[in-house]
Nanobody, 119 residues
Framework: VQLVESGGGLVQPGGSLRLSCVTSGFTFSTFDMSWHRQAPGKERELVATISSAGTNTRYADSVKGRFTISKDNVKRTVYLQMNRLKPEDSAVYYC?????????????WGQGTQVTVSS
């Protein structure tokens, strides 16, 4: 199983970034996907989730109206479009997959990509 994030970097306040998470090794179309972030000295927090079919999404209050999560089941990729970025959005962003089977719940994480919002 692999989840590989990309798209992070340094951006000025008010700017945009698009994160991607390319996956392999599991049945992507049947897993819910999410993005989490962790800033230095803080706990990891949930940013956005999307259901396996891509029909349902949820967002943290802090990013509602600015971030959009989407997934492409053909490309096995989940995206996070981040607009109107703020310095407090700076963190390492992690991709997560979660699927439930009769045998149990399976959770996988990527290695993270750094996002820095600064002038």
């Amino acid at each position: 199983v692999q989840l590989v994030e990309s798209g992070g970097g340094l951006v000025q306040p008010g700017g945009s970034l698009r994160l991607s998470c390319v996956t392999s090794g599991f049945t992507f179309s049947t897993f819910d996907m999410s993005w989490h972030r962790q800033a230095p000295g803080k706990e990891r927090e949930l940013v956005a989730t999307i259901s396996s079919a891509g029909t349902n999404t949820r967002y943290a209050d802090s990013v509602k109206g600015r971030f959009t999560i989407s997934k492409d089941n053909v490309k096995r990729t989940v995206y996070l479009q981040m607009n109107r970025l703020k310095p407090e959005d700076s963190a390492v962003y992690y991709c997560n997959s979660r699927g439930t089977r009769a045998s149990g719940t399976y959770i996988y994480w990527g290695q993270g990509t750094q996002v820095t919002v600064s002038s």
